[in-house]
DNA sequence: GGTGATATTGATAATGGTTATCATTATTGT
DNA sequence: ACAATAATGATAACCATTATCAATATCACC
């Protein structure tokens, strides 16, 4: 594992941590392993891939507590949630990271983080030529990707 | 109902007809009376709200009969499914209309139709500049629109 | 360190939307 | 009319997510 995400984690521990306490909530075993886990994965997961990956460190740990955790850090800023048609939820690390769209792959899944600023320009122009206060946005482009043709 | 929707109706009346009968299905009262109640609607329907709409018109006649029928609409090319976040699917006319994207109001679920070519365009470079071959594409902006404001 | 208050966990049940099942009914072609 | 085939609709099954709750762990305070 590459230093620089391992200074990442750390400061996403500390976030999560201050998160908590501000809610009255406690920095536990499991939620560092959930964290730690995540962030180290670089993956669009979904709770089961992440609470197999959890239980491989030889943690023992509820499928319950991993799905309510991965809300928490959600609400924490650490984590985004990713919901494509009626699938599993998948979530990608948000802290440290900029916003980005996604290509993805109609045969093997695949997760193509993409940006353009000059799309993401248009689309508020074209909220505000229709009164509209964007707050989010989801662009999502299915196709094929180039390992699978 | 102006004429320009009951030629609409009748059009894709025929569409949705010679698409059965290509997969040996047959048309009937039933599936009028859904074809005719969601093409009427103009709206972002669920199953459910068609349902009530078609039973309003003294049809009697089955939820599942519904769900299943408006899956063929979007086989024959006559209905598009929008699925946002885990809520109950919607649905809206396909035939006779141009793609768009929509904005969201996050405070009334209002659907506003949206479409930017410059967008589009700008979509299409981005998935080849990522050697990815684009089939179709999902935009939504939530935010507030200008009636919650 | 002990104590009472509060949060967490994890097994399991409930929920909610969608899809499958299947006996009954309707339609079709001959 | 008859045999074959499809459609319907009530209901069950499915499946991801969320809620429940008894048992356990942690905290603040003394
Ligand atoms: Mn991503
Ligand atoms: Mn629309
Ligand atoms: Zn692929
Ligand atoms: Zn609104």
Redesign the interface.
Same mark, same amino acid.
């Given at each position: 594992m590459p230093r620089t995400d391992m200074i990442d984690i750390k400061e996403a521990q500390e976030v999560f941590i201050d998160c908590l306490k501000s809610r009255g909530l406690r920095y536990t075993s499991q939620r560092e392993a959930i964290l730690e886990t995540f962030l180290s994965s670089m993956k669009h997961l979904t709770v089961e891939e992440l609470y197999a990956l959890v239980k491989e460190k030889n943690m023992d740990i509820g499928y319950a507590t991993v799905a309510r955790n991965m809300k928490f850090l959600v609400e924490c800023g650490i984590a985004d949630e990713i919901?494509v #048609? +009626?699938k599993r939820?998948r979530f990608e690390r948000h802290y440290g990271r900029q916003h980005h769209d996604h /290509?993805i !792959?109609?045969k093997c899944g695949a997760f $193509?983080e &993409?940006h353009?600023s +000059? @799309?993401e320009m /248009? %689309?508020n122009k /074209?909220?505000e030529a +229709?009164?509209? &206060?964007? %707050?989010?946005?989801? /662009?999502? @482009?299915? #196709? $094929? !990707?180039?390992e699978c043709?």
């Amino acid at each position: 594992m590459p230093r620089t995400d391992m200074i990442d984690i750390k400061e996403a521990q500390e976030v999560f941590i201050d998160c908590l306490k501000s809610r009255g909530l406690r920095y536990t075993s499991q939620r560092e392993a959930i964290l730690e886990t995540f962030l180290s994965s670089m993956k669009h997961l979904t709770v089961e891939e992440l609470y197999a990956l959890v239980k491989e460190k030889n943690m023992d740990i509820g499928y319950a507590t991993v799905a309510r955790n991965m809300k928490f850090l959600v609400e924490c800023g650490i984590a985004d949630e990713i919901k494509v #048609g +009626n699938k599993r939820t998948r979530f990608e690390r948000h802290y440290g990271r900029q916003h980005h769209d996604h /290509l993805i !792959c109609l045969k093997c899944g695949a997760f $193509i983080e &993409v940006h353009d600023s +000059n @799309i993401e320009m /248009l %689309q508020n122009k /074209l909220a505000e030529a +229709n009164d509209f &206060v964007p %707050q989010r946005h989801k /662009l999502e @482009i299915y #196709g $094929i !990707c180039r390992e699978c043709r």
